[in-house]
T-cell receptor, first 111, second 118 residues
Framework: ETGVTQTPRHLVMGMTNKKSLKCEQHLGHNAMYWYKQSAKKPLELMFVYNFKEQTENNSVPSRFSPECPNSSHLFLHLHTLQPEDSALYLC??????????FGPGTRLTVL | AQKVTQAQTEISVVEKEDVTLDCVYETRDTTYYLFWYKQPPSGELVFLIRRNSFDEQNEISGRYSWNFQKSTSSFNFTITASQVVDSAVYFCALSERSGGTSYGKLTFGQGTILTVHP
């Protein structure tokens, strides 16, 4: 498999559920990113991991918890989300500060 | 702080028309990258081009061309002889090298929705 993959592609969860989003990159990149894309809003950077160390947290609520066990895998753990957290969550990776390659995204709906 | 402005929210053209998507950016950095991405209905952002701030040479790739003008802080994207398959949301983005470390932080514009009618 090549590029950046994300699972699941669609997720519906209640506000009391706990779920995780998974991202995997097969490009040998050092940096991985989580973005949130809401309707009528620009893409928002949430977290950055560089060589599996978290280097950026863009004031994201603690109900979103990232994890990066190695340079190829990135998770976003979700708990007690709110309906306004419904969005498309995109994972990306890059080599240094070059172009970022994106996964297909997880469309999240919080009921 | 960085900022990217795509003033055109939506553009609608008929197939075979040429269309230009505007992008204006603001940054205090002297070294930066500019990007264009395409987001088709499937949702995945597809990388189209990267331009280094030191390279103002325009680029053409098939029906796509990009005009980078540092003097006006613009990085415009033109599609020649548009096709229905070009229908998508197009994002312009600016990357700053965060604190000298080995990753970039992208600032995206609001996106331009392009619809090409047959």
């Amino acid at each position: 498999e090549t590029g950046v993959t994300q699972t699941p592609r669609h997720l519906v969860m209640g506000m009391t559920n706990k779920k995780s989003l998974k991202c995997e990159q097969h490009l040998g990149h050092n940096a991985m990113y989580w973005y949130k894309q809401s309707a009528k809003k620009p893409l928002e950077l949430m977290f950055v991991y560089n060589f599996k160390e978290q280097t950026e947290n863009n004031s994201v609520p603690s109900r979103f918890s990232p994890e990066c066990p190695n340079s190829s895998h990135l998770f976003l753990h979700l708990h007690t989300l709110q309906p306004e957290d419904s969005a498309l969550y995109l994972c990306a990776s890059s080599f240094a500060w070059g172009e970022q390659f994106f996964g297909p995204g997880t469309r999240l709906t919080v009921l | 702080a960085q900022k990217v402005t795509q003033a055109q929210t939506e553009i609608s053209v008929v197939e075979k028309e040429d269309v230009t998507l505007d992008c204006v950016y603001e940054t205090r950095d002297t070294t930066y990258y500019l990007f264009w991405y395409k987001q088709p209905p499937s949702g995945e952002l597809v990388f189209l081009i990267r331009r280094n701030s030191f390279d103002e040479q325009n680029e053409i790739s098939g029906r796509y061309s990009w005009n980078f003008q540092k003097s006006t802080s613009s990085f415009n994207f033109t599609i020649t002889a548009s096709q229905v398959v070009d229908s998508a949301v197009y994002f312009c983005a600016l990357s700053e090298r965060s604190g000298g470390t080995s990753y970039g932080k992208l600032t995206f514009g609001q996106g331009t929705i392009l619809t090409v009618h047959p």
